[in-house]
């Protein structure tokens, strides 16, 4: 499992690990994943694994704005722009728990027909523009002499789409993933139910 994806998306820099051993999830490939990827760096800050003593803050943080996933997710993994991937336990792909997407950006939850080992050694390497939004990556950010993010940072939306910002890298810039969750998840939570156009506080409070 995963042979193929290591193969694809070599590790490009690691974080450490507490060390500690991971507690049984229960689900197939995600406590190997994590073992043998947590804390990883790929493809110039295109997609990270996040370490297993992060999973509790993971699901914390997506459940902030998203509450109806809460209890039924596992993340195990986020992209330059700060969307992150976890397992639904109520979802399965072929047997396993199916993956899903979080956007900050678009306050959207996308499902992926992909369980965790078709995702990592299928679907990133023959459809990586869908999963990661890698042509935008590398043909649009990096080349305007955008900024690679460090394993805690994203490039988020300085106004999010979902309060009608517009999708182009001058609405993009490099910030601190925890900080850019929190606050996106407290707007996402806060628009939820009201009308188009009603006038929201990006800064929480």
Not at 98 to 113: D, N, Q, R, S, Y
Not at 143 to 171: H, M, R, T, V, W
Not at 190 to 201: E, H, I, M, R, S
Request: charged fraction near 20%.
């Amino acid at each position: 499992m995963f042979e193929t994806f290591q193969q694809n998306f070599p590790i490009e820099s690691r974080v450490p690990t507490d060390g500690n051993p991971l507690p049984d999830s229960g689900i197939s490939g995600l406590n190997e994943l994590l073992t043998s990827f947590g804390g990883a760096s790929f493809k110039q800050g295109m997609y990270r694994i996040i370490r297993a003593q992060d999973l509790p803050a993971w699901n914390a943080r997506v459940n902030l704005g998203f509450p109806e996933a809460a209890g039924r997710i596992r993340c195990f993994g986020y992209d330059w722009q700060g969307t992150a991937f976890a397992l639904d336990t109520q979802r399965l792909e072929e047997g396993q728990p199916g993956v899903l997407m979080f956007e900050p950006g678009t306050a959207e939850i996308l499902e992926v027909p992909a369980n965790i080992e078709s995702f990592h050694d299928a679907l990133l390497i023959e459809n990586p523009d869908a999963a990661l939004t890698a042509n935008i990556y590398v043909e649009d950010w990096l080349p305007a002499g955008g900024a690679q993010p460090a394993f805690d940072q994203c490039i988020g939306y300085k106004k999010p789409l979902f309060l009608g910002g517009e999708d182009d890298i001058s609405n993009q810039e490099l910030t601190d993933l925890e900080v850019y969750w929190h606050i996106m998840g407290q707007v996402i939570a806060k628009v939820k139910g009201l009308p188009p156009g009603t006038p929201v506080n990006l800064r929480g409070g």
